[in-house]
């Protein structure tokens, strides 16, 4: 909470921060305070009101639906794109014979750590690799 809102909301805060206010100047805060909540009361029961009456609306809607055999399900209908179709995965391009095990790798991505090390310590190109 703010300051304010603090003093205004706790009694001996409250009663200090006006204690030099004269009589009249009190009663003129008084009636400002009367006016505020007044009108948040009008803006309250207008909200009520037009929440009631949405709602309401809504209970209507859902009686004319169950009349006519419609769920809301029904309302949404048919997603309007069909999920894409993976592709296939794509075939091997490089391929490195490592301590007798084959190590493959499609060409795309980041570039596997043995083709790296070979390509770098036995100054081959990754055409060297090709299969």
């Not at 909540?37 to 004319?64: C, F, P």
């Not at 949404?76 to 296939?88: I, L, N």
């Not at 750590?113 to 310590?121: D, L, Q």
Request: proline share 5%; glycine share 6%; aromatic share 4%.
């Amino acid at each position: 909470m703010s300051d304010f809102t603090d003093i205004l909301t706790h009694g001996r805060r409250f009663k200090a921060a006006v204690k030099d206010l004269s009589i009249d100047e009190l009663r003129e805060v008084a009636g400002k305070l009367e006016k505020v909540i007044a009108d948040r009361e009008v803006e309250e029961a207008a909200a009520a009101e037009a929440q009631k009456e949405r709602l309401q609306q809504i209970e209507a809607l859902r009686k004319q639906m169950e009349e006519m055999g419609l769920s809301v399900e029904d309302l949404e209908g048919p997603s309007a794109k069909a999920a894409p179709k993976k592709r296939a995965p794509r075939p091997p391009k490089y391929a490195i014979e490592v301590n007798g095990e084959r190590i493959t790798w499609t060409g795309q991505g980041r570039t596997p750590n043995v083709f790296k090390e070979a390509i770098k310590e036995d100054g081959k190109s990754l055409d060297d690799f090709l299969i």
